[in-house]
């Protein structure tokens, strides 16, 4: 099992950037591949980006790709998220997620295992 914590949200003017964090303890870090997914009020989590186990391979939305960058720092037991060019429809609270199994790269809320408690992200226009 592992256990995920975020942090690095805030309030910023839109066009700023912010990056995010998520510690992991628990069981070994570099055998997850690790997700960052957003949920907005009213409206359903979704997926933002991806890294893998190695940090070799990402993806990421359309919404977010090319302002958003996903990292990892096996050895801190750390996954990152830059967030470049904010927006104000990047508002939503921010949750990482933990995936333990080898299918490539998930984009799918279900497909994680552990999840984080989740930060807050405004962007004021």
């Known amino acids: 099992q592992v256990q995920l914590v975020e942090s690095g949200g805030g309030l910023v003017q839109a066009g700023g950037s912010l990056r995010l964090s998520c510690a992991a303890s628990?069981?070994?870090?570099?055998?997850?591949?690790m997700g960052w997914f957003r949920q907005a009020p009213g409206r359903e989590r979704e997926f933002v980006a991806a890294?893998?186990?190695?940090?070799?391979?990402?993806s990421y939305s359309d919404s977010v790709k090319g302002r958003f960058t996903i990292s990892r720092a096996n050895a801190e037991n750390t996954v990152y998220l830059q967030m470049n060019s904010l927006k104000p429809e990047d508002t939503a609270v921010y949750s990482c997620?933990?995936?333990?199994?080898?299918?490539?790269?998930?984009?799918?809320?279900?497909?994680?295992?552990?999840w984080g408690q989740g930060t807050q992200v405004t962007v004021s226009s």
């Open positions: 997620a933990a995936n333990r199994a080898l299918v490539g790269l998930a984009r799918r809320s279900r497909e994680y295992d552990y």
């Open positions: 628990g069981r070994s870090f570099s055998s997850y591949d």
């Open positions: 890294i893998s186990r190695s940090g070799g391979s990402t």
